[in-house]
């Protein structure tokens, strides 16, 4: 059984943008540690655990530093 590239393009369509909703958030939240959000959400994502992990991190308040 192999995969055409239309199975590809379903695929990428239905499960890539929930995997990434942790780095979405923290990159239009502009999170101070958006980068390494998605970092996080794209090597240990897959475990759920990371995933979590990942969307928590996003959502958290980030501290504004005083100028």
């Known amino acids: ?4 590239t ?3 393009i379903v695929f990428l369509v239905i499960f890539v943008p929930p995997y990434l909703i942790p780095s979405i958030i923290g ?3 502009k999170h101070q ?4 959000i998605f ?3 794209l090597l240990l994502g897959w475990t759920f655990l990371g995933w979590v992990a ?4 996003s959502v958290t308040a980030t ?3 005083a100028q």
């Open 27 to 29: 990159f239009s939240r």
């Open 33 to 36: 540690n958006a980068a390494a």
């Open 39 to 41: 970092a996080l959400n």
């Open 63 to 65: 501290r504004k530093v």
């Open 6 to 8: 239309w199975h590809w």
């Open 1 to 4: 059984m192999s995969l055409t």
């Open 54 to 57: 990942a969307l928590v991190w």
